[in-house]
């Protein structure tokens, strides 16, 4: 679309109480979502101008509105508005992060809890318990990883089938069991494997998690490290399912794991051990030479103790790497690091592994890294997932954590600039 066609507008979020839809207008798409009871979503893009419906992947019930619908408006460097999505003046409702609680306050309170506490795909959820009804309702709140499971049963069940959510009513039926629905996900249809899974804490659920623990739970051993755990929050089923994290994280450390507050949501202690390992490897070391890891305290002193010894090392076959073009455009304040010389200073700089990620950048495994100047001076790494590029993690110098302030600013950038991969449905207007 020509620039000169462009007019002025606030991008953000309107809620409509006569419809009870909620749009959400931003810089490179809009979108319309119909309430509960019959949840559905709809979107026009700056590539794809015409309405299809899809599937929002980022959380919806008890969370801040997604960086990309912020009522900031989006400007070009030349002072002129990006895209014509705007919220029109004379349409009436609520507006602003308001709008997202009056949406979800549509929603049953009984349901609510239900949804939020996953980490993704609400409205996947939203669509399953509103349509599969009451039986839905009490697998998620007795075993929300198979509840999540069969809210997005096209990636677990081969082959996809035409009717999703007709299939997964039929297998809550009276007389069905749950480990009917595992077979039916590709699990082993056992108690052992029901008891596994609901065990999960609900923020550990992801399509990616999930298939982890479908394929860890055919091993004896590693389905005998998982039987043993109290819980399985992201850290612990991270470490207890990764076939290359499993050999090191002993017992102890993983019952450790399992406790801690902080590793419910994102695998700390699993991307630390991971970063250890290849800092291991690169500097031409066996994984055999790593000691038996007791607890989190051990393996942060090891993780930093290689930190240093991999900034000092000459690793010429790293700097002989080639990276792919950066996925996401860089600013004057987040600047790709293209190069392994840049990677490596990184790492020196901010006194952290940025430079073990080179192999990882070169072979192109979905994972890409950036220094953030401003707010805050920080590092940032993306990674791919079903629905494009996401924040993997941002950290400040040795690891620190970074202001809410750089976070969000980050989160911004990157819902504007990045794309964004979303499965179509059949186009239709709303």
Known sequence: M????????????VFRPD?????????????????????????????????????PAYPIVGSAP??????????????????????????????????????????????????????ERHFHLLSFLARCGSAAQDLAATNPALAGMLAS??????????????????????????????????????????????????????????LYLRGALQDA??????????????????????????????????QEVASLPEERVRPRAAYRLRDTLSMLQQLGREPRELPRIHSVRALNTLHDELVREFNLAELRSVLSLRFPPPPVPGTPTIVPLETPEMLLAEGRDQAHCAGSYAPRVAEQRGVYL???????????SIQRDANGWAVAELLGRENRPVSATTRTAVEAWLATAGTSERRPWSPRSP
């Not at 009056?102 to 239900?114: D, K, N, Q, T």
């Not at 081969?158 to 997964?168: D, G, I, K, Q």
Request: a positive charge; glycine letters at 8%; hydrophobic letters at 40%.
């Open 370 to 380: 950036y220094k953030v100047l401003e707010p805050e001076r920080a590092t940032l």
């Open 19 to 55: 419809t009870g839809k909620l749009y959400q207008f931003s810089a490179r798409e809009v979108v319309v979502m119909a309430p509960w009871p019959e949840p559905r979503a709809w979107i026009k893009t700056w590539s794809e101008p015409g309405w299809r419906h899809f599937r």
């Open 153 to 210: 049963s096209w990636a677990f069940h081969r082959p996809r089938v035409s009717w999703p959510l007709r299939s997964v009513r039929a297998l809550l039926k009276p007389g069905k069991k749950q480990r009917d629905a595992l077979a039916w996900l590709g699990f082993p249809p056992d108690d052992s494997a029901r008891r596994i899974t609901a065990k999960v804490d609900s923020a550990a659920v992801t399509v990616g998690q999930m």
């Open 66 to 119: 997604p960086p990309r619908f912020s009522t900031d408006r989006q400007e070009a460097a030349d002072g002129q508005y990006l895209l014509p999505f705007v919220i029109p003046d004379r349409v009436p409702g609520v507006r602003g992060a308001d709008a997202w609680g009056a949406y979800c306050s549509l929603i049953p309170e009984g349901v609510r809890p239900l949804v939020a506490g996953h980490s």
């Open 221 to 254: 051993v590693r389905r005998k490290r998982l039987g043993h755990l109290p819980r399985l929050n992201a850290g612990a089923l991270c470490l207890a399912t990764h076939p290359n994290l499993i050999e090191s994280a002993t017992p102890k450390l993983l």
């Open 2 to 13: 020509p620039r000169e066609n462009f007019r002025p507008g606030a991008p953000g979020v």
